[in-house]
């Protein structure tokens, strides 16, 4: 089980913090990543992971203005997300091994 938890409405070129903590005994062998599902997307598409000993990974569009990062005492993930731009409007998705899910959070970017 993941609980996601820090969406909502920004204005452009401000911050926000998404927080997914897992429900589980074996945190530190997650994967996890965050997706996000713009509002005219088919598809999701992959924003940011991070493994059990804290290597991190960006996909490009978000590389310099998003940071991940976990706390595997709280079997949370963190991201914060600065800069943000119009473009970044999407629900966004905790995931956990490619296989668990989160429930997605709302973050509109809109001045």
């Known amino acids: 089980h993941l609980a996601e938890s820090g969406g909502g409405l920004v204005q452009p070129g401000g911050s926000l913090t998404l927080t997914c903590v897992a429900s589980t005994t074996i945190f530190t062998e997650y994967t996890i990543r965050w997706y996000r599902q713009a509002p005219a997307a088919n598809n999701r598409e992959w924003v940011a992971?991070?493994?059990?000993?804290?290597?991190?990974l960006y996909g490009d569009s978000v590389k310099g203005r998003f940071a991940i990062s976990r706390d595997n005492t709280k079997n949370t993930v963190v991201l914060q997300m600065n800069n943000l731009k119009p473009e970044d409007t999407a629900v966004y998705y905790c995931n956990a091994n490619e296989v668990w899910w989160g429930q997605g959070l709302l973050v509109t970017v809109s001045s």
């Open positions: 992971g991070i493994s059990g000993n804290g290597e991190a």
